[in-house]
């Protein structure tokens, strides 16, 4: 928390957003920048990637840009949340210096020629369910950090497979910024924070306890020498019994390569492992997931 | 031509170049650094691309890199022609400051995950005739662009596709770089330099001089109001009148979309056009063009 809260300068335009960066890097030029990507709406997740940045860098920008290009046809990007007005109270409460709030059409003036994909770590998980999610994810970013060059960028591990394949590409195009993954934000009930929650009717919201509380159980059954197909079955029975849940995946993965386990090898509690989840609750697709060990 | 030659420094890993750029940027904030990125083997033509950024910028570093993802499977990676100490004085004398040599372990530690990819401007040309040359033109100048973080990078206009390719991928994913494309440098005899000239015997030679004098005729021939059609028809007969000329594409298109003119359109001497050509002499295979309007 600062003492005083000077609410950030919102910039719409690149030439602005260079401008302002330019200013303070005259003016501090040993200064750090973090970057904080968000599609706004933010909740206390986003709040606390901010506030990270906040205490690591000189200079924080949250961005703020539903990106069209990772949404597929079917999917809710006309009825995503929007509220600008808090996403400025959060931004000015956590310690942002900066928001980049850009249009469509000044992130893309002309639909790309350009595609940037990843192969294997999107193949499972939320890349198998939603194809070309992750080339949008990849195109945006890189635009971000090319716009922004920040020393750092912050994003949450409730996208845990968005973190691995932002990692893949900083190593992949050398990219000069350090990833920082923190930690998912949780509800009191458990409920991983997520800009889709809104959409939850009380009862959905309810019953979508199931999956934290699942999640939850993993360390002991891993530390009980279960098997990574056992594992999953006992993952998606617990889930089933919602009569409301609609499973999309529930995958036991290596981490951060997101490639398959061998389904009969015991899993041991020292290698990294992602247990990762998609499922419905109405009209909302909910994730969350644990990374094993826990730090 | 600078009074005094000093050799630049050479180094070949990432860490010595990052080393090496930000000890420049201390002493010099506000001092500008251009990239000219080879793949060695340097001629007069990026002599000229040397000596312009050197004129241009306080800092220039020369990459040398034979890129294997540029290549297919069947073209000359291995026997491409090398000559570290000609490069080495090629730079010293032309003005660079620093060259950059990695191995290909030290740019490709493993097989990348991530693929950048190009539509439109990479469909025609030498995009057609060499499947996934410009994906690996796209990855290596990316991760070189992110390595050097350069204010302007040098093209030769030789490569015409590779310069509209490189301009959308820097617009696409607004990489903080200027594109200075320069002009195609020739022998007295009008060929156009190529480090792959080495390989043409003296017969092969003499009749490749039929590309630079049949592209030296085309600004007459638009002048007089030929159609595109026309136009490549016409260079076809001129270059297939010498024997040893095997035609792999003459193609009229527009400039910098790189996409095709309607065939019988009546070429305007005032639009941009691209006059392109590929043809192999025995195992060498030469690209030329002309830029309409010229310069």
């Known amino acids: 928390m600062r003492a005083t809260l000077s609410a950030p300068t919102v910039v719409r335009t690149i030439a602005e957003l260079r401008a302002r960066l330019d200013e303070y890097r005259k003016q501090a030029p040993a200064g750090k920048v973090g970057l904080v990507p968000t599609m706004g709406y933010l909740h206390e997740g986003h709040a606390s990637l901010i506030r990270r940045s906040a205490s690591e860098n000189g200079f924080t920008v949250l961005s703020v840009f539903v990106n069209p290009l990772q949404f597929g046809p079917t999917e809710d990007l006309d009825r995503y949340p929007r509220d600008e007005e808090r996403d400025r109270a959060v931004a000015a409460e956590a310690g942002a210096d900066l928001i980049f709030m850009p249009s469509v059409a000044e992130m893309?003036?002309?639909r790309p020629l350009t595609t940037i994909s990843l192969s294997g770590v999107t193949e499972r998980l939320c890349g198998a369910s939603r194809p070309g999610h992750f080339d949008g994810v990849a195109i945006?970013?890189?635009?971000?950090?090319?716009?922004?060059?920040p020393?750092?960028?912050?994003?949450?591990?409730?996208?845990?497979q968005q973190v691995a394949v932002i990692q893949s590409l900083v190593e992949d195009l050398?990219?000069?910024?350090?990833?920082?993954?923190?930690?998912?934000?949780?509800?009191?009930?458990?409920?991983?924070?997520s800009s889709r929650n809104v959409y939850l009717s009380p009862e959905e919201k309810e019953q979508a306890l199931v999956l934290s509380r699942t999640l939850m159980q993993v360390p002991e059954w891993v530390q009980s020498g279960i098997a990574a197909a056992e594992l999953s079955r006992r993952?998606?029975?617990?889930?089933?019994?919602?009569?409301?849940?609609?499973?999309?995946?529930?995958?036991?993965?290596?981490?951060?390569?997101?490639?398959?386990?061998?389904?009969?090898?015991?899993?041991?509690?020292?290698?990294?492992?992602?247990?990762?989840l998609a499922v419905r609750f109405g009209k909302t697709r909910l994730i969350d997931n644990i990374l094993l060990p826990q730090a």
Do not use: M
């Open 140 to 149: 945006v970013v890189t635009k971000l950090f090319n716009l922004v060059q």
């Open 174 to 193: 050398n990219l000069p910024v350090e990833i920082v993954p923190c930690p998912i934000v949780r509800e009191a009930s458990g409920l991983a924070l």
């Open 108 to 110: 893309y003036p002309k």
């Open 235 to 276: 993952i998606r029975d617990a889930i089933s019994r919602q009569p409301l849940a609609d499973i999309e995946y529930v995958e036991v993965v290596d981490y951060p390569s997101l490639t398959a386990i061998e389904e009969n090898k015991e899993l041991a509690a020292t290698s990294p492992v992602l247990v990762a």
């Open 151 to 160: 020393n750092r960028a912050y994003f949450g591990l409730k996208d845990a």
